[in-house]
Structures are given as structure tokens and as C-alpha cells.
């Protein structure tokens, strides 16, 4: 705990692939990165926004504070908020920090909005709303259309089939520009905030931005930056024995109908994003420095999920595969502050940076966390967490739908994915294969492995609660049946 209350500075992309920051793009992040430590293994609580986001600034599982999805289908709204009896940061911090809030707000609780208070402690400088009310008054359009849409399937209830529009990996040239873009405007009214503080109190900036999430419609000089991009290696490629209820899941409705060399124009455009981002990124930490407050500043750098990009064929996340749930986690403490490391291997989850942020300031929230602080870890008490297991859930996008269960634990990684009646299981030993090829449930030399993270998944299940279940398998009967399955497709792929 700091005698001094320091600076607090969170900055969160919306669906960046870690992988994206080991191309040599993003120098004012890996500034970040250079002057802090690393986590080299997080994984997100889910890979969807407002449950993500649900989840880290609560320090609990989507299914015990209740955020679950995006709460846009009104019969499944209430799936999408946060328990009024959890805390968050800033509910925790607002009164004795200057809370600034800008860039995309996706923290959804019981009740009025947070930017909707009356005399909110917190200062919203910018939110979707009054982007979109800017582009209204300033007679500019917002990047996208119709184009850079397509309909898709997507369950309400888990029990009723809807038609709903979702973005697909269209690219475009946003001719509007910087100032009009979704970030740049976060990020130019976060400078003016920054500008107008309160300096007799500690800072607490919430930058949360919306790059390099969908639509790919970005402004110049980002759209040209790159002339090309190298695709991963499993990029176009769908796996014999991935769950085929992807094809059920916005990820392979829009994903699969994209081949590999499609997909590196939109990797280019992607890459361009980024890199927009961490120009945002640059500016704010300036600022910082000209302010002579970077130096005694607490900054994290982190995203709410990854984005698959047609890894596996699939796109946006949605997915428990390792681009849609690792994520990038960067935390730089104040001058004099020293860690037992500079690059940590641990697997830690999303849900652990609350309890870390609130060791390290004395917070104490109302509510119980399901995290596990890290400071142990980074003060060299700990070389482990005392919780072996990481847990990921998802239960649809705008509405109750698709529904999967992830454990992992000692490398391995096991998925249930859930669509109606039918549940499909994967098996992956992630440090050997980190590409996810090869579903070793189809091995039966891995049963027992099998069998040990399903009994954990289903008693961390009960333990929330769920309303999901993963039913008893019998895993000979499972590969027999999903063998003929494939066997027949593969024989009509050739005929």
C-alpha cells in the first residue's frame, strides 16, 4: 500500500489481439511495457464487452455479478448489469480521486447509468453518446454503413432465433478524419480534461478506447500506413475437430465465408488501427509527462478481449480460442516502486487486476472478489496464485444465444460449447500447440484430463449459480459420434 495516494491511469483497448504488439507498431505502449512489467499469460473473464469490462472493474466472474452479455435485446437486458451491490472502481475511487472518464462506456449496472448521476463525482469528457451527438451537430458521418454489416442468427433467451446486424470485416477509408474518428475524439477531449483537473487531488483517468475494434473504416494517415501485413498461421483455416457450433455463432457466420488472402487486406487495415491506437495512446502519455505526473502514476495498459481476425476462420471473439480470450496486460507502478521481475509466465485472469489495483491503494470493497491479487506475485512472496485454475464464460452477444464454459489449468485449456440441445468439447494443451490445432478430447489418452476439468468446470458452475449446465458425456460415444459426423462432411467435401 502507498502512503501517498499516486496517480491511476487505466487504458483499455476494445478487441486487440496480444499478438499485435510483438509486430514493432505500437512504441508508446510498449513505453508502457519498458517502464513496468509484463504479463505474459492473462485471459479475459469473457470475451465480450460489457461483461469483460463487468468483470475487470469488479474483480468477480460475469456469473456472480451478473453482467453476462451485451444487453441489447430488452427481454435478456437485465443479464447485461452489474449487481448494484458491487463495488467498482469508480464507485471505490471517484470521491477521493479526480475521476475522469473517456472513451467508450461499457460498464453496465443496476439502475441509472454511471455518466447519468446527478453530480456525479466522475467526469464523463466523452462517451459514445456525445460522439455521436458531436457528429450530428458537426453534419460528419460515422464511420461504417450498411456495408460494413451483415445480417446474422442470434437467439434471445436461448429459445428464440431474431435476425440482428453485426459488423464483418469490411475495410474503408475514413474520409472525415483524426477529429471525427471514435478515438480521436476520446482522446482529444480526455486531453482538454486533463488540462481542466482538479490537482489537488490525485488523478484517476478511465482511457477507454474503442480501437481496434470493428467497423475498419480509419481515417488517413493510419488506413495507408501499412502496405501489407503477415497473416498468422492459422488464419483461413478451419480445424478438423473445432467445435463446428461456431457455425451457430456470429464468429462463423460472418467469419467463415472469408478465405486467407481476404483476410490480409483486412489484417493491413487492422494493423492500421493499431497503430492509430497507440498514437492515442502517445499523446496521453505526453501529456503525463508535461505534466510531471508520469513518473508518480500507476498505469495500466490492458484490452477487454482479443479479436480472432479469422483465426480459425472465425471473426470478432466471442470464443474461448487465444486470440479472442488472451489479452495484453502492462502495469507500470510509480518511480521507486520496484517488482520482483520485469516478465511474469503466471496465468492470471482479467478479474485479478481489481483486487492488485486495491492492495496496492488500501481499497476495500464492499463485495467479495473472486480475483486474486498480484502483489504477492510482484513483490517476489509468491512465485503462484493460490487459485489454479482460470474460468471463462459466454452466453451470447446482444442476448442470451451461444453459450460456453472454459477452464484451464497446468497448460491446458478445455472448452464446452453449448448451442440448444448439444454440447461439443475441446481440449487443448495451449503451450505445445498455441495455434489450438489439435482437439485431444478425439484422443483418448487425454480422458482423464478430459474428466478432471469437466468435474472443475461443473463445480465452479454451480458455484455461480449457472443456469447452463454441461451434461454427463460418455467421451467414447462423444468421439464416435462426431467421427461419423465429420467423416460424412469430409467425404461430401471430395465427392
Known sequence: MMEKKPNVIIIMADQLRYDMLEKGITP????????????????????????????????????NNGSMINPWAPVDRSYGMVKKEFDNLYTLMENQ??????????????????????????????????????????????????EFRTLVPEMAEGKYTRAVSYSIPTTGCYEEGYEHFYDGFYTERALAALKERDTSKPLLLNMM?????????????????FEKAEV???????YDRQSPLQMYNLTGAAGSRYSREQWKEVWR?????????DDCVGKILDELKRQGIYDDSLIIFTADHGEMLGSHRLFQKMCMYEESARTPVYIKFPKGYSCSKKKYDQYISSIDIFPTICEFLGLHPVHKVDGESLMPILTGQKQELDRKELYIQFDGNGARSNFQRCVMKDG????????????????????????ETENLVFDPGYDAKTEELLKLLRIHMEEMNDEQKVKEICLNEFRDQYNQAFGKRVFEQKK
Open 28 to 63: 508508446n505502449i510498449q513505453q508502457i511495457a519498458e517502464d513496468g512489467v509484463v504479463f505474459n499469460n492473462c485471459y479475459c473473464a469473457c470475451p465480450l464487452c460489457v461483461p469483460a469490462r463487468g468483470a475487470f472493474f469488479t474483480g468477480t466472474y460475469p456469473g
Open 97 to 146: 480521486w479526480n475521476s475522469i472518464h473517456a472513451g467508450k462506456q461499457h460498464l453496465y449496472t443496476e439502475g441509472e447509468k454511471l455518466e447519468c448521476r446527478e453530480n456525479s463525482p466522475t467526469k464523463f469528457a466523452a462517451t459514445d453518446d456525445t460522439y455521436f451527438q458531436h457528429l450530428k451537430a458537426e453534419g460528419r458521418r460515422k464511420p461504417g454503413g450498411p
Open 209 to 225: 478506447y474503442l480501437a481496434p475494434h470493428p467497423p475498419f473504416d480509419i481515417p488517413e494517415p493510419w488506413y495507408s500506413r
Open 232 to 238: 498468422s498461421e492459422n488464419v483461413g483455416i478451419w
Open 269 to 277: 487495415v487492422y494493423e492500421g488501427l493499431v497503430s492509430l491506437l
Open 412 to 435: 491446458y485449456k478445455l472448452i464446452a460449447d453449448i448451442f440448444k440441445d448439444e454440447t461439443y468439447l475441446e481440449l487443448y494443451q495451449v503451450e505445445k500447440d498455441p495455434y
